[in-house]
């Protein structure tokens, strides 16, 4: 029996989106190929809000991130964690020799732009990273405070943000805030299987990448832009076109539905998850920057979490067990991508009965 994805990515992918991963291939350095790729930009270009140059990566989002750091950081790197994907970004930065500082907020509680500013303030660091959305507490930072004072005190650092877990479901126009780096994937609010990455990269960050050494080679975003600007639409290495199939075919159904209608449904479904949790458990992190994407939520049922998803695995459903520190105290329920509101009612009416048929037998 399939378990229908309530989970952080991978996400529940539409029948009709799969089908598109199924068509012939072409070459991938045929006209054709360039035509697919440049349409999925300019339409990335919209859901993204930027004009900026639109890379591509057959990997995890994680692929384009530590490609981030090696590429614009040329003294120092100044990571802001809220989590698990937070501390990520400093792994990368440790593991490529990439100097850097690593700045944690208290689990379940934003990077402030008070931090950012303070940090910055000391002018060690030529290179910041930001997790817009944390899937480990359900945290959502507030990155347009925090963009309003790099863009007002420190305008030659470059900021790169991990927005995997939220683009195409939260609000995040990335030229009105100022990003010069916005990285995310397709297996979350996009609504693909996972294996592709996306990045939009502005000018500026290339031209200081051009400037520092050991950027590394397939994730190089210099070499990645050259090729989109000038070949153009084409890539180093050969690309998923199956992905790009799937991945063109969706957004004209993002499109379709609305940037600010589809900003609009995640909101609703979060608040309904949220309302739940309060009445049921307890929702995990800081009230005043909760994620519209994925709810964590804290396990006051007092049935362990292994038994409560194996029994909603019975029923169909696949819901997360908290992440890293979080285990077994929390889980986390995902309302994301083409999840809609009917759906999310039926699992939380599901998971009610759940919890109250294993809690009867105690």
């Not at 397709?186 to 290339?206: E, F, H, N």
């Not at 479904?269 to 709810?295: F, G």
Request: charged letters at 25%; one cysteine or more.
């Amino acid at each position: 029996m399939h378990k229908r994805l309530y989970i952080p990515g991978p996400v529940e992918v539409r029948q009709d989106v799969l089908d598109q991963m199924a068509k012939p291939m072409i070459g991938h350095r045929t006209k054709d190929a360039s035509a697919l790729q440049q349409g999925i930009s300019e339409k990335l270009q919209k859901v993204m809000g930027t004009k900026n140059t639109i890379v591509l990566s057959t990997s995890s989002g994680s692929g384009l991130m530590e490609g981030a750091v090696r590429c614009f950081t040329k003294n120092r790197c100044a990571v802001f964690s809220i989590g698990a994907f937070g501390k990520r970004w400093y792994k990368m930065c440790t593991a490529n020799g990439v100097p850097a500082d690593i700045f944690e907020s208290e689990l379940g509680q934003p990077t402030t732009s008070e931090m950012v500013d303070e940090v910055l303030s000391t002018g060690k660091y030529d290179c910041i990273t930001i997790t817009h959305n944390e899937t480990s507490t359900g945290v959502h930072n507030p990155i347009k405070a925090i963009m309003d004072v790099v863009k007002a005190k420190y305008p030659d650092v470059i900021t790169c943000v991990d927005t995997v877990s939220s683009m195409a479901g939260d609000y995040i126009p990335v030229d009105e805030l100022g990003l010069d780096v916005c990285i995310t994937s397709t297996q979350k609010c996009l609504g693909l299987p996972p294996g592709m990455a996306i990045a939009s990269v502005s000018d500026r960050a290339v031209e200081k990448a051009k400037t520092i050494e050991n950027r590394g080679l397939y994730f190089d975003y210099v070499e990645l832009v050259k090729f989109v600007k000038e070949k153009p639409f084409q890539y180093p290495s050969t690309p998923s076109l199956s992905h790009m199939y799937a991945l063109d075919y969706q957004l004209d159904r993002i499109l379709e539905e609305g940037i600010e209608n589809r900003y609009k449904r995640h909101c609703e479904m979060a608040e309904v998850v949220r309302d739940w949790a309060r009445k049921n458990c307890a929702v995990y992190s800081n009230p005043d920057h909760l994620s519209v994407t994925v709810t964590c939520i804290t396990n006051t049922t007092g049935i362990p979490f292994s038994e409560l998803n194996k029994a909603m695995g019975e029923k169909g459903y696949l819901i997360s067990n908290g992440y890293g520190d979080l285990k077994d105290k929390t889980f986390r329920i995902a309302h994301m991508a083409d999840t809609t509101m009917d759906e999310i009612k039926t699992l939380l009416k599901d998971l009610e009965e759940t919890i109250a048929e294993l809690q009867s037998k105690q």
